[in-house]
């Protein structure tokens, strides 16, 4: 099989995102290419959650609604998803949970005692998994070496009794259909917290701080578990405003730093974001998307947070703001992000989104681009008194850090000169203004260097998809499927003009695609005298399906 999707579907606390890690590895072992998405209401037991894991020769990032494979560990898992059940897709299902007559008789469908065997076994509930997973290796000719090696390597507590339980799956099923080994080389699988945690820590990262919010919990966890392996801080505050002042403390201070929210405490973040530019203090904020306003769905997906984050803050004054779309770019400018807040000591915001930091992928590293610590500039101490806001051509000045001999290192949230005192005075406002705003001519001079607007598809097409962030992947295949073009602007400020302009050489329309009510990077666009002349829009905190999109598309074109 060349592209096929499995789903595993159960009820919350029932370990569905372990279950789907682990069939996403042994998937991974043939092979194929991977990706995860992962939906679950926001309570710790009960209602309905489930994993839809695709696995493809060629490399993917979004989900197609059929499904040719189905996992159920209870009556919601076919009662939810009959309706996407390909042709002739195989259900494996928990018969004691389960009524068999729900299941369309023409689908093939094979059974299995779950709770009898958990009980037997006298396992805990949430080892069922282990049993259909081994039903399922089993019906797709996977070698039990290969389940068995799965198993020791993800799983840590009572490793024994759950390949014993997988074993028990494997064993009351004959193969269905045949699932070859499709490519010798396997690659790495990691989330999209994951692959920005790395990224930061490949440009130098010293400290995160965070309070924890879906989407980005699990960047936290993921930090913290490597800290000393890297020797880095990880620390959990009482609060987003604790978070954020904490981090400025440490940039202060000289070390790399970085946050992660979500809109809620981005919300709580903004005022001390303005305090962080004034002051001149770098710092990296991951913004976490959720469907909101207020608490809204919060373990669920949005891209509403991009005219937040491109205004965020009072005043006026320079911010880095990019929005990647898949593994590759999360590690990637996770790192440039980080980078560019220490050269030019501005606030960055990385704004992603759940489908990106929860969804799982196969990452190509190589691909991703080359990512070191960038070097700073620094106080040569050739003055005798260190001036911390020193006028540069670039405005950024030489940095210094506590404790520096005979030396007081200033920074002050209030109008300051040169040497960080408070003033009031007009023609040293003015300066001090034009000096910090000063940084953004300069930064989108250096970001030049970089494919900062990417195009994908047909690239001679007059008709373009315009996407950012997460939809990257369902646009790009939409696209390829259709004859499109594919305009993914990742670098949202400071704006790049003169590369968009590029990317929309022979386009007559301009479709843009969002998972948001207002268009608001169609507004974005606009605000720089550009047009987009249709708008697909998607606000129910679920992200594009392949074919839902192909559908809208089509309806357009």
Request: net charge neutral.
């Amino acid at each position: 099989m060349d592209d096929f999707a499995l789903l595993i579907g159960g009820k919350a606390g029932d370990g569905i995102d372990k279950a789907g890690s682990i069939i996403a590895s042994l998937l991974n072992q043939l092979g194929y290419s991977i990706y995860v998405y992962r939906d679950y209401p926001s309570i710790i037991r009960g209602g309905h959650t489930f994993s839809i894991i695709r696995a493809s020769r060629e490399k993917k990032a979004t989900c197609r609604e059929k499904i040719d494979f189905l996992l159920a560990l209870n009556q919601d898992s076919i009662t939810f998803h009959t309706n996407k059940l390909t042709d002739n897709c195989l259900v494996i299902y928990n018969s004691d949970l389960v009524k068999v007559d729900t299941i369309p008789p023409e689908k093939k469908s094979f059974g299995i005692p779950l709770e009898k065997i958990v009980k037997e076994e006298k396992a805990l509930d949430v080892m069922r998994n282990s049993c259909i997973i081994g039903c399922f290796a089993k019906a797709i000719g996977l070698d039990w070496n290969i389940l068995e090696t799965v198993f020791k390597k993800n799983i840590s507590k009572e490793t024994d009794l759950n390949i014993k339980l997988a074993r028990r799956g494997y064993e009351v099923i004959k193969e269905v259909t045949k699932i070859d080994k499709c490519s010798d080389k396997i690659l790495p699988l990691v989330t999209g917290n994951e692959a920005i945690g790395c990224g930061l820590l490949k440009a130098g990262l010293g400290a995160y701080v965070a309070y924890p919010m879906t989407p980005l919990s699990n960047l936290l966890h993921f930090l913290a578990g490597v800290a000393d392996d890297f020797g880095i801080d990880v620390i959990h505050p009482e609060s987003e405003i604790g978070v954020i002042l904490m981090a400025l403390g440490f940039a202060y201070a000289g070390k790399r730093v970085a946050v992660g929210t979500s809109g809620g405490g981005f919300c709580l973040m903004t005022e001390s974001l303005s305090l962080a530019a004034m002051a001149e203090l770098p710092v990296v904020i991951i913004l976490g998307q959720r469907t909101g306003p207020s608490t809204g769905l919060p373990t669920y997906t949005a891209q509403s947070d991009l005219h937040f984050a491109y205004r965020a803050g009072h005043g006026e004054f320079s911010r880095f703001l990019v929005a990647p779309g898949d593994a590759e770019e999360a590690y990637f400018w996770a790192g440039i992000a980080l980078n560019i807040s220490w050269q030019y000591q501005i606030p960055s915001i990385i704004l992603v989104d759940k489908t990106l930091c929860e969804g799982t992928f196969s990452i190509q590293i190589d691909l991703a681009g080359s990512l070191e610590e960038q070097k700073v500039p620094l106080w040569d101490a050739k003055e005798d008194t260190y001036r911390r806001y020193r006028n540069a051509e670039n405005g950024v000045s030489p940095l210094a850090f506590v404790p520096q001999k005979d030396q007081i290192i200033k920074v002050n949230s209030y109008e300051h000169d040169e040497f960080g005192i408070t003033t009031e005075d007009a023609q040293i406002t003015k300066f001090m203004q034009e000096k910090r705003l000063r940084k953004k001519t300069f930064l989108l001079k250096d970001l030049e260097r970089e494919e900062v607007v990417k195009v994908y598809a047909n690239k001679k097409a007059d008709t373009a998809i315009l996407c950012w962030g997460s939809n990257k992947g369902v646009c790009i295949e939409a696209a390829q499927n259709l004859g499109l073009k594919v305009i993914q602007p990742l670098v949202l400020s400071p704006f790049p003009v003169e590369q968009f302009t590029q990317s929309l050489v022979s386009v007559k329309k301009v479709i843009c695609v969002e998972n948001n009510f207002s268009g608001q990077l169609a507004e974005v666009v606009k605000l720089h005298g550009f047009n987009v002349n249709e708008r697909i829009l998607k606000y129910d905190g679920r992200p594009f399906f392949l074919e839902e999109l192909e559908d809208q598309l089509k309806k357009i074109l």
